[in-house]
């Protein structure tokens, strides 16, 4: 019989989190960094930013991304665990919220789903999945995941004759249906097998987990080859880097398969906890030099109205000057105060919105980690604010047809950036202030002044 208290469990949980948010992972920076070297990709720039994103986010101790996510943690507990202290489930939350608040993370997690949107101010409560397994160890692996990806994972009840080939053809479609708000390239996971929601369980462990039969790593690479070749050409056969499948028992009649899409910027970590203590499983990257120059962009102000109207689809930027920082919130009691016929609290005409939630300010910094939420969410806002003379927006991700429309009627304009580089866009912000919808934190309205923010313009 081993005791373990409940005391160790939060020490390990906060740790977890933070260097999961915080340090990517070696293996996961390893294999983008390949991927930059080898020079096998059309947008080296992309690459040196995630690379460089990295590493301000180590070495300053701030997210990788502003979306700190929702948690998830599996728990496995040894059958000869005795757990001593405080309640299991109270421990694991109440580390959680120390952790976001002492680190300034972003807190993401409202009270319902339907009934009270309100923000817990604590990013809990927290997904815990937990397994009796064999022995006196205790593991804890967390899993940080942004809606951004998290709003792409797809479950398909397939018929249980389903071929090999047509599990390949159902998972490509699903992965590559994550459009560019997923932020690729991609970690991808899948579960095939069990229950429809225990499916879904095992695809988020598979970004974890690091044992799996040949079977499952044959067909994992087989549907990784697959989707690479039919992504876009841009992606230059990287828009998964990595792919793996959990399979398990299932009923005779079913064959569910979940896939869970994780951006490139996939934070896990993980340890074991012992009678002897904690062992860590998370290793920081060898960190490499990128030396990719900025050829044929543009610098471009906010305020030189007619410039940005005569910017082409495809033409890269470094803009810099004043925008406001809005996003889902914000954008429907904007809506509600012009049907009211009500008083807007900022300018609309001929300014820029960025579509960002970003993380507290540390002590001493202007902004935490602030970086595109997906474009597509404001979408159903968008309309009215171009009709009202909205300059531009930046995001991430596809527009509809009905933005696209109204954006080409009114000679405005949509940039994107590079999604998952939170800590290193929030260099480039010089001043900031919230001036709207103070109550909604994250999702207020900010004023704020930037220097050479690096865009593409998309529409």
Known sequence: MSEISTELIKEAVYNLCFEANTCLDEK???????????????????????IENAKIAYEKKLPLCQDTGMVTIFLEIGQEVKLKGEYIEDAVNSAVEKCYKENFFRKSIVKNAVFDRTNTDTNTPVVIHTKIIKGEDLNLKVLIKGAGS??????????????????????????????????????????????????????????????????EVILSDKIKNYVNLKAPEKYSKNYVIDLKIKTSAVHIASMPVAVTINCHSKRVSQCK????????????????????????IKEVFSNDIETIRNLKKGEKVLLS??????????????????????????????????????????????????????????????????????????GKGERSEAVKKIMKEKNAKYFTMTGGIAALISQKIKKCEIIAFKDLQTEAIYKISVKKIQLLTEI
Not at 339 to 346: C, S, T
């Open 28 to 50: 996961v920076y390893k294999k983008i960094a390949e991927i930059y070297c080898n020079g096998c990709v059309s947008d080296r720039e992309k690459y040196a930013s995630i």
């Open 321 to 394: 000057g004043e925008m406001y920082v809005a996003r889902d919130m914000a954008h429907k009691r904007l809506i509600e105060l012009i049907e009211k016929n009500e008083p807007l609290p900022i300018e609309i005409k001929d300014k820029i919105i960025f579509y960002a939630g970003p993380c507290p300010a540390p002590d001493g910094q202007i902004i935490g980690s602030i970086g595109p939420t997906t474009a597509g969410r404001m979408d159903k806002y968008a309309v009215k604010l171009y009709e009202m003379g909205l300059l531009a927006t930046i």
């Open 273 to 296: 906890i012992t009678k002897s203590g904690i062992e860590y499983f998370h290793k920081p990257p060898e960190f490499i030099k990128t030396d990719d120059e900025q050829t044929q």
């Open 150 to 215: 998290e709003n792409k994972t797809k479950l398909s009840m397939m018929l249980p004759t389903s071929s090999e080939e047509e599990i390949i053809k159902t998972c490509a479609d699903m992965i590559l249906s994550s459009g560019e708000s997923s932020c690729p390239p991609l970690f991808v996971g899948i579960g095939i097998g069990s229950s429809a929601d225990n499916a879904l369980v095992m695809s988020k462990e598979a970004l974890i987990d690091e044992n799996f039969t040949s079977e």
